[in-house]
């Protein structure tokens, strides 16, 4: 239950990419020794931003081609918007809920659409509409910019375009396969992952093809022919410089990228190891919650019988799908998103009080959880950061000068998702904020981080001609951002320092919290028991920012 979050590192990447794309070049240039560069900012909107290793690796694993029409082009338009209307830049705040937006309306149109079309009969359409709008996984998941996101509406229209051609049988469906030929190659750029879905499905395609040669050719030419603009696309941006020979003799083909590095184990295993059974006894029980019970129950009813909706390509692709992705031992819940519509349009719950209530608070819980508290204070805690640090910045008497350029704060995350850099804004050269991820690092190594970077105490200088004592502007300020439920952090906070603490030197003096977030990644019932793990992380939920000061400063 820990792979999704309010915002997730996934989703982090596609809305740095939109934010700036043309980064990876400022980034090698930044990881060159003994060389100074400002921080990256975007093309789009001048946000400072930061891409993760997909994007910067040498051998970027990330395709830039399937992210224009999601995040480049709305933010486009929102430009257009904000230039036409004399308005400046838009706030961060709503270039993300725009992007979120989107999703939400593409998911609303796209994904229903395909349902009414792979579902023939009209009473089945109507109750697996209701079904998988009633999902968790639709009205949270799929209104998130993630990959898994977009290859869910690939997938389903990939299966809508493949039934199209294959009952399209009197005619050569020409148009049907160019089309499907974009999302194929879309798919798979945006995730390795995308094939196994259509693998089986696509075999239906053989006699077609055989029969009418040309939408063969069509699917293959136009396949080519869109797998050479992304190959283009993602050349021209992480080469440096970049020349059309570039792409004939170095291509950059990221899902090759993506195939080879999700093939070494010792790369999964930074990722996280799991069992080869993860996604069919774990995984797919916590997206599909009851549905997957009623699932399992089917099978006992009639032993002897294949029940009905086993001989569909829905779930032959889902559950397809489900097999291929288990061979890899990480296995995440977001890999399974796009089969989640398909199972619910296959899957018919049984018509009683008890399965209706188990279904909806079922997903009322898993939304609530997934969609609003875990993870859900990095947004509106990384929007709220300019504020707190302007806010707690040392004020100085008007009668006392000082020709400091402006106020520099460092802000450390500890046990978060990577908070998106760009949702700081645009703060000008009178503010200037560098944040730092320590990630899940161990609690005295990320107070040894905070030793390290910890200023002394202001000095009294006197900068007055009637000899007035003033305090000198501290020249970094320091801050902690971490969940309320880190029990570590107790012996460190103001009014719960005890002189027994492992470093007498610092203290975190709290600012700011956000109560709408939960970590779950904190669940430690083998050390702490089930019920004190649960008092901790649900009793003290919340996400909060500290000033660190050193003990004696005021």
């Excluded at 809920?97 to 229903?112: H, I, K, N």
């Excluded at 050569?172 to 798979?188: A, D, K, P």
């Excluded at 909706?309 to 992705?325: D, Y």
Aim: glycine share 6%.
């Amino acid at each position: 239950m820990s792979y999704f979050g309010c915002l997730s590192n996934v989703e982090t990447n596609l809305l740095a990419f939109a934010l700036n794309p043309g980064l990876f070049r400022v980034v090698s240039e930044l990881s060159a020794p003994g060389r100074e560069f400002p921080r990256p900012r975007g093309r789009i909107f001048s946000y400072p931003s930061k891409l993760t290793w997909e994007f910067t690796d040498p051998h970027p694993i990330r395709s830039v081609f399937p992210l224009w029409p999601v995040c480049v082009v709305p933010m486009n338009l929102l430009k257009w918007f904000y230039d036409e209307t004399g308005a400046g830049k838009p706030p961060p705040a709503q270039i993300y809920y725009t992007l979120r937006g989107v999703m939400f309306l593409l998911s609303f149109v796209l994904e229903d659409w395909a349902i009414h079309e792979l579902v023939p009969l009209p009473h089945h359409r109507t109750a697996t509409v209701v079904l998988v709008a009633s999902s968790y996984v639709t009205w949270t998941y799929q209104t998130h910019t993630f990959t898994n996101s977009l290859e869910t509406l690939l997938v389903a229209w990939g299966l809508v375009l493949v039934r199209r051609i294959v009952d399209g049988r009197k005619h050569s469906s020409f148009f049907s396969s160019i089309v499907l030929s974009l999302i194929v190659v879309t798919g798979t750029f945006n995730r390795i992952t995308f094939p196994a879905f259509l693998l089986l499905p696509g075999l239906q395609l053989l006699p077609h093809f055989w029969l009418k040669p040309a939408s063969f050719f069509s699917l293959v030419g136009f396949g080519i022919f869109f797998a050479s603009i992304a190959i283009i696309s993602d050349t021209a941006f992480f080469a440096s410089p970049y020349s059309i020979s570039d792409a004939l003799r170095s291509p950059i083909i990221t899902p090759i990228n993506n195939l080879i590095y999700n093939s070494n184990p010792a790369n999964l295993a930074l990722h996280g190891l799991h069992s080869r059974y993860q996604h069919f006894l774990v995984n797919l029980p916590q997206l599909l919650g009851p549905a997957f019970v009623a699932m399992v129950l089917s099978f006992f009813k009639s032993p002897l019988a294949i029940p009905p909706w086993l001989r569909n390509m829905r779930f032959v692709s889902a559950i397809s799908a489900t097999f291929i992705l288990s061979i890899f031992p990480h296995q995440e819940a977001r890999f399974l998103i796009p089969a989640v519509p398909l199972l619910l349009s296959c899957i018919r719950l049984p018509r009683s009080r008890v399965v209706l209530a188990s279904w909806v608070i079922f997903n009322a819980t898993m939304g609530l959880l997934m969609g609003v508290y875990h993870q859900g204070g990095v947004v509106p805690t990384q929007i709220a950061i300019p504020t707190i640090v302007s806010e707690s910045a040392v004020k100085l008497p008007t009668n006392v000068s000082t020709d400091s350029a402006g106020l520099s704060a460092t802000v450390f995350w500890w046990k978060t998702y990577s908070p998106p850099t760009w949702l700081l804004g645009d703060t000008g050269p009178s503010l200037e904020i560098e944040t730092v991820n320590l990630m899940g690092m161990p609690g005295l190594n990320m107070i040894a981080e905070l030793d390290k970077a910890a200023v002394p105490c202001p000095r009294l200088v006197d900068n007055s001609s009637d000899s007035a004592t003033a305090e000198e502007p501290l020249e970094n300020s320091l801050f902690l951002v971490a969940p309320l439920s880190a029990s570590f952090l107790d012996q460190y906070v103001v009014s719960q320092s005890s002189p027994d603490s492992p470093s007498d030197d610092l203290q975190l003096h709290e600012l700011w919290s956000y109560k709408n977030h939960l970590n779950l990644d904190d669940l430690d019932f083998e050390t702490d028991g089930i019920f004190p793990t649960l008092k901790r992380v649900f009793g003290r939920r919340g996400l909060g920012v500290w000033a660190v000061k050193r003990v004696g400063c005021n």
